[in-house]
């Protein structure tokens, strides 16, 4: 017996295009193909990366996997170790190259903080070690505390 062919004409495709393009996010810190080395060791390969502005971030993942590294790039704190280098890629806050030479590396610290597991320095709450921070800095009204 024969067997019988079936065929639906398939419908016809509808493209339709947004009214809009979603408009991109700001971003305030990008990190474009970043591989980083300690000396010969290379220990971060290829890492791309957007964080927007006023986001909370979080670096996960086990002991040994370049969370620490990765973010002491974004203060420059591995420029004090001989040599770390990142080797390829960059990285930019608020657009601007922070390896670029005309950089204030103080200023850039200031502006970029992190939180580490053991993350109270001192026998205080979160808060007043937060307050620390900033009273040291000069910031002592409390309105301003609060707010950051």
């Excluded at 295009?17 to 474009?32: G, H, K």
């Excluded at 030479?101 to 001192?122: A, E, Y």
Aim: net charge neutral; proline share 9%; charged share 25%.
């Amino acid at each position: 017996m024969d067997k019988e062919e079936i065929t639906h004409p398939a419908p016809p495709l509808e493209l339709q295009r947004p009214a809009q393009p979603e408009p991109r996010q700001p971003v305030m810190i990008s990190v474009d193909d970043v591989d980083f080395c300690y000396g010969t060791n290379q220990v971060l390969f290829d890492v791309n990366l957007e964080i927007p502005p006023r986001a909370v971030t979080a670096f996960i993942g086990p002991s040994g996997c370049g969370k620490t590294t990765l973010l002491r790039c974004f203060n420059r704190m591995n420029d004090l170790i001989d040599g770390a280098r990142i080797s390829v890629g960059s990285i930019r806050m608020e657009g601007r190259d922070i390896y670029a030479p005309n950089i204030d590396v103080v200023d850039l610290r200031r502006r970029v903080g992190m939180v580490f597991q053991k993350s109270n320095p001192f026998p205080k709450s979160i808060y007043e070690n937060v307050a620390y921070g900033l009273r040291v800095l000069g910031v002592n009204k409390k309105s301003q505390i609060n707010e950051a």
